[in-house]
């Protein structure tokens, strides 16, 4: 179901931004990885999930107070930065989210997916010719495509579960007609994460923190 399609060059990743706004996205999403990789660099060696969890082991006596304590430090650090950096980066990404047409490409919506979902991205959204490839944390293998205003097709697998949301305007007896779901049984069912009225972002946003909570977007009740 997910097309093998051919990755977009890196150096080619923001030729369509102006040059001002892409110098500047690359140096933050640079400096965002940096600041992430010696975070948990610090931390590594340690064997914790984070500096609150090292700095309870510190006063627990399980470690020895240095260096554990200037790495505690130190990672907070590193954390309150890179939290700036991103915001900086969401804050530009927003702006030119809004200056997008409503068939943003590829690229758009995989600078803005990894500045605002990052914490639900397993690693970096890939970005093909023609759609953008992201895996989630919790498994979730994720491909999106959009054509026209209110036209797109989500499909994703969870372990041998297949699953995909789409616009093709062959199920009218649905109640969310023209978008519908195509669960992981092969029912057709009403789509319960997105609309074509929203744009391709928070179409896009709206299904990851969806897909988070429940891969199969099966009914709770």
């Known amino acids: 179901m997910l097309a093998d399609l051919k990755d977009i ?11 001002d706004a892409a110098q500047r996205i690359d140096g933050l999403s640079r400096l965002s990885y940096e600041l992430r990789e010696n975070h948990a660099r610090l931390l590594r060696p340690h ?15 399980s470690t020895p107070e240095h260096p554990a304590y200037e790495h505690v430090l130190g990672a907070r650090t590193l954390r309150r930065t890179r939290e700036a950096v991103r915001g900086d980066l969401r804050s530009l990404l927003d702006d030119l989210a809004a200056q997008a047409s409503a068939s943003s490409v590829p ?18 959204v890939r970005v093909h010719q023609d759609a953008l490839l992201a895996t989630l944390i919790n498994g979730v293998t994720l491909e999106a495509r959009f054509g026209e205003s209110g036209e797109y097709a989500f499909a994703w697998r969870w372990g041998e579960a297949e699953l995909r949301i789409d616009t093709a305007p062959l199920h009218p007896t649905l109640a ?46």
């Open 47 to 61: 064997a914790v999930a984070d500096e609150d969890a090292l700095l309870r082991d510190v006063v627990a006596g």
């Open 176 to 221: 969310t007609f023209p978008n519908h779901l195509h669960d992981d049984t092969g029912t057709l069912r009403a789509d319960p994460a997105t609309d074509p009225a929203r744009s391709p972002w928070e179409n896009l946003r709206a299904l990851v923190e969806a897909l988070i909570a429940n891969p199969l977007l099966r009914s709770r009740e």
């Open 107 to 124: 690229v758009d919506l995989a600078l803005l997916l990894e500045a605002h979902c990052e914490a639900e991205l397993e690693g970096p």
């Open 9 to 19: 060059p890196m150096d080619n990743f923001f030729a369509h931004l102006p040059s």
